[in-house]
Each structure stands twice: as C-alpha cells, then as structure tokens.
C-alpha cells in the first residue's frame, strides 16, 4: 500500500517570497510522484512529475521539486511566488499500475498575499 | 479540444433521491477517472475505466455508488439512494494511453444532499 502526507494544510507567504511546500510519502514498491495544481472552482492540472532519472524536476509556472529516496520526500518548491499561486496543490504517488492509479495527499492551501 | 466536460456544475438533491453525474472525457483519450473530493478523506479514486471497461473500483464506497461507460466518449456515475454523506465534489479525469501521461481532470460536480 501507498500514501501520501502533506505535512502543512495551509502555507501563507508574501508576495515574492520563496515557498517550499513538503510532501512525504510511504511505498512498498518504486514510486512515481506528481504535483497536482488546484485553482478555485476547477478541476487539477498537472505541476510536474518524477519518473526516474534527475531528481530535479522543472514543472509549469516556475515550480520545481526534489526527489529525496533516502528522507522518502518530494518536496514542491518556488523562489519567487506571485499573487496567481494561490491555489491547492496535491502531491500524488503511483506504483506504476498501467492505468497510472494515482494516491493523493490531503492538499496543502498556499495563500500569497500581497 | 474542449478538455474534459462534466455535467451538471452544481446538484442539489433530497436525501433518498437518485443521482447521476456525467461526463465527457478528451477525444482519443482511453482512460477515464472518476475521484470524489470532500474535507474529510481529501480526493479519493473511486472507479476508472481502461476502454469502456471498468478495471478497479475498489474504491466505490458502497452498493448505492455505480459507474458505466457504454462508449469512449461518455461515462455516468450514479448514486441511488443518496445520502447527505454523499456530499462531495467529483471529479472525471482522462488520460491517453498506458503509461505515466497527465491525467486532464474535468471542473468537478459540486453535489450537495440535503
């Protein structure tokens, strides 16, 4: 079994600001982990996922995040947020099932204010 | 495209009523979705599809909770008799192919049982 927790249900942060937003999860098998972006009253749109290879990954909108297999984390970051961040972001595991089953983490909430 | 269409927006039902949630999912894509949000259990897979046919729904939570596809571009999700624990956003998500592609959610049906 797979899951997912995010550590920080709510992260505030100024305009401009960097931000780091944790995810860890917990898997028995290889792990394949996404971000998930959640702007109000619509549905997710995918960040950026690792697969294999670098552990850094570079998503859409500035956002990158790190691999750590050691600490089991993958840790969504930005070094300068804007207003337009604010949003739910989802951290996501699969085992690799062809159907890509995707495992959710309970969201964190950034909130930038200006 | 259009992405992914969910129909309707909103419901609002009577306790006992039946309810059924539609969906469209991105011509071509062979993969069809179905999560439901809620505050308590976070966003939680109930039901996917691999063409037309259901391959795991060990997340439908009950007998009162169906899914079908009776063709590639249309799926229902139907819950009879409805209770105000049903209260919840559900999402329809597709994919094309096998494999780690994004999964294109649509905008969620906010169902509301009174």
């Known amino acids: 079994a797979q899951s997912v927790t995010q550590l920080d249900s709510q992260v505030p942060v100024f305009e401009e600001a960097p931000v780091e937003l944790r995810c860890n999860y917990s898997?028995?098998?290889?792990?394949?982990l996404f971000w998930y972006v959640q702007y109000p009253n619509q549905g997710l749109q995918l960040l950026l996922k690792y697969l294999s290879g670098s552990t850094l990954v570079k998503g859409i909108n500035g956002f990158e995040a790190e691999f750590n297999k050691s600490q089991t984390s993958f840790h969504l970051r930005k070094p300068s947020v804007h207003i337009s961040d604010t949003a739910e972001y989802f951290c996501?595991?699969?085992?690799?099932?062809?159907?890509?089953?995707?495992?959710f983490g309970g969201g964190t909430r950034l909130m930038v204010k200006p | 495209d259009a992405g992914v269409i969910q129909s309707p927006r909103h419901e609002v039902t009577e306790m006992g009523q039946e309810v059924t949630l539609r969906c469209k999912p991105i011509s071509g894509h062979d993969y069809l979705f179905w999560y439901r949000q809620t505050m308590m259990r976070g966003l939680e897979l109930l039901i996917y599809f691999n063409n037309n046919v259901p391959i795991d729904d060990s997340g439908m939570p009950e007998d009162r909770f169906s899914a079908k596809m009776p063709n590639a571009s249309f799926s229902t999700l139907k819950i009879q008799p409805s209770e105000p624990r049903d209260s919840a956003v559900y999402f329809c998500?597709?994919?094309?192919?096998?494999?780690?592609?994004?999964?294109?959610f649509g905008p969620g049906t906010r169902l509301t049982v009174t």
């Open positions: 998500a597709s994919k094309y192919g096998t494999g780690f592609g994004e999964q294109y």
């Open positions: 996501a595991v699969s085992d690799g099932n062809a159907g890509n089953m995707l495992t």
């Open positions: 898997s028995s098998v290889s792990v394949y």
